[in-house]
Structure formats: C-alpha cells, structure tokens
C-alpha cells in the first residue's frame, strides 16, 4: 500500500537498529551472558538484557571489568566479533520492521539508521535483514561519532546525512541511552515499548507507541494494513 504525503510528515526518520528493526536484545544477551560466564561472571541472559540495553561495547567494559577485573585491550573487538558472526546467522525482525520501512521508503521519506553497535555488527544485522540498501548509505555506528548514545552525536550526524535539522527528524527508539541521545540531538522521538513502563518513556521525554506498523500513522501517513 502507498502510503499518503502529509503536511506534518517529518523531514527525515532516524531509526535505531537494536529493538526497533533488528529483534537482537535477546540474542545480544545470550552472546553476552556467554561471553560474561566464559570470563568468570555468570550472569543470565534476562540479566544481561537489563544491565546492558543500549550500550555500546566499550560502555560495557567498566561493569564488567568492577566483577571479572582488567580485561585485555582487544576484549571490545573480540566480543564485537563474537556478536557479528551470531547476528549475522541468527537475527530476526522485529514483527512489522520491514513493511514499515518499505512503505516508508515508497513514499519518498528520507531513512537514516542509528546505531549504538561496531560498523561489522551493524551490516551483519541489516544485511541478514535485507536493509542494506534501505538507507542509501545514510547508516551510522557508534565507530562513525566522537561519542556513543547516550549523546546526542549519531543522531545529529544521521541528521545532517538526511540534509535535515534534528528537529525536523523523528529518531525510532527503543531503549534509554537512545531516548536520550534522540532528545539530546534535539529530535521527536518516539519509543517502541517492549517490556519498560511507558511513564518511564515519557519522562524520558519519548512518545511511546506498542508495533511498528503503528509508526507511518503517528508520522502523518495513512496506516499500514499489517499485522
Ligand atoms: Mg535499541
């Protein structure tokens, strides 16, 4: 279905990957709890989840070094690897993910992806997913800024990208650290929820919302027919 223009459509539409395109929480933390065991911190999966969503892997160190002591220099590139080769194999959608970023794309909005992870594990998961070539190359690591989220650098630099102010681009988030960087950028954001209180999104000043084939209608554009 083509989706309609509308005055109120954003300039752009900044997507984070993790929890919002890619349904990877749960795969990064299993990669992660193994990673953790291996190390000499067993820690679950659902665990793992919640001390790390969002976080880029240089931001995990300093937890993980408080358990397990000092870990190697090349420990961030080892565990990004470890976590490429499984989402490359693994990751799934989220439910609604493409459709909505394929009627997007029809009508003629500008698309951009955000994302906390390395530039590898980044185009593992969109590769896996068929979005290479969704975003016309407007595609940003947490490798590619100064600072990760929470700051407001990927989102400003997937902005720019779009040839868009960040107050005119709506970023698609999920977690925290992302509220906040989308918030910090200056952008609309609106929050996928999954298992987090939607009071504590909106204090986080995002707008939740519960599936992505809600997204083109609280965009302005005509609803997609998709479950
Ligand atoms: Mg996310």
Not at 28 to 55: D, N
Request: proline content about 8%.
């Amino acid at each position: 279905m083509r989706a309609s223009l509308s005055p109120a459509r954003p300039a752009a539409i900044l997507f984070d990957c993790d929890g919002v395109l890619a349904d990877s929480e749960a795969l990064a933390a299993l990669v992660v709890s193994e990673e953790l065991t291996e190390l000499g911190w067993p820690v679950a999966p659902e665990a793992c989840q919640h001390i790390f969503l969002g976080r880029a892997v240089p931001d995990m160190m300093p937890l993980i070094e408080q358990r397990v002591g000092r870990l190697p220099d090349d420990w961030p590139a080892r565990m990004s690897r470890r976590l490429t080769e499984r989402m490359a194999r693994d990751v799934v959608p989220v439910p609604g993910a493409l459709a909505t970023v394929a009627a997007l794309a029809e009508a003629g909005v500008t698309l951009a992806c955000a994302s906390n992870s390395s530039r590898a594990e980044l185009a593992a998961k969109l590769g896996r997913l068929g979005l290479d070539s969704a975003f016309g190359g407007r595609v940003f690591s947490f490798e590619d800024v100064d600072r990760p989220k929470p700051h407001p650098d990927i989102y400003r630099a997937a902005a720019r990208a779009c040839g868009a102010a960040p107050e005119d681009c709506v970023v698609v988030e999920d977690s925290l650290p992302g509220i906040r960087a989308g918030r910090a950028a200056g952008c609309r954001v609106l929050a996928l929820v999954w298992d987090m209180p939607e009071a504590l999104l909106r204090a986080e000043g995002a707008e939740p919302f519960r599936a992505m084939a809600e997204l083109p209608g609280l965009l302005g554009l005509e609803p997609l027919e998709v479950a």
